[in-house]
């Protein structure tokens, strides 16, 4: 009876070790932008590159963070409103967009001068070199 109790125990947890997931607790591609540019054709094409990615990547999943800095800061300030809309979608479907505050300090730009949706870094570079470290793509 006892051997009978311990042999079914030891097939449900079997089942249930079988059935976790055994995907890491990430998406399969993950990948920081940089935008660094003025404003200009790189702006639209930041947007275009980064919602082409992920329809090439959305079986898989993907994670996505835009890294604004130097002159790209500016595309996170609420005067963009050209952008705004467009970037509000990336943000709502779950890309991080991070303005480096080094640049904010440079540029005297606060908090409430950027788009709501905009996270904050300490340093964009420094942002970069650490998502590289963890093993993130990385396109500039």
């Known amino acids: 009876?006892?051997?009978?109790?311990l042999s079914a125990v030891a097939l449900l947890l079997i089942a249930v070790f079988a059935a976790a997931p055994q995907t890491p607790s990430f998406p399969k591609?993950?990948?920081?932008?940089?935008?660094s540019?003025?404003?200009?054709?790189?702006?639209?094409?930041?947007?275009?590159?980064?919602?082409?990615m992920r329809k090439a990547f959305a079986k898989d999943g993907s994670e996505v963070e835009v890294v604004f800095y130097g002159p790209g800061l500016n595309m996170l300030?609420?005067?963009?409103?050209?952008?705004e809309a467009r970037l509000k979608q990336l943000a709502d479907s779950g890309v991080t967009?991070?303005?480096?505050?080094?640049?904010?300090r440079f540029f005297n730009v606060k908090t409430e001068d950027?788009?709501?949706?905009?996270?904050?870094?300490d340093s964009g570079v420094a942002e970069?070199?650490?998502?590289?470290?963890?093993?993130?793509?990385?396109?500039?």
């Not at 591609?29 to 935008?35: D, K, M, P």
């Not at 709501?116 to 870094?121: G, K, L, P, W």
Request: hydrophobic share 50%; proline share 2%; charged share 20%.
């Open 97 to 104: 967009l991070a303005a480096c505050q080094n640049a904010m």
């Open 37 to 52: 540019e003025a404003e200009g054709p790189a702006w639209d094409m930041l947007i275009s590159h980064v919602n082409n």
């Open 29 to 35: 591609h993950r990948v920081v932008f940089q935008l």
């Open 77 to 83: 300030l609420k005067k963009n409103t050209a952008y």
């Open 114 to 121: 950027m788009f709501s949706f905009a996270a904050q870094v």
């Open 128 to 140: 970069l070199a650490r998502k590289q470290e963890e093993g993130w793509a990385y396109i500039h």
């Open 1 to 5: 009876m006892k051997k009978t109790i």
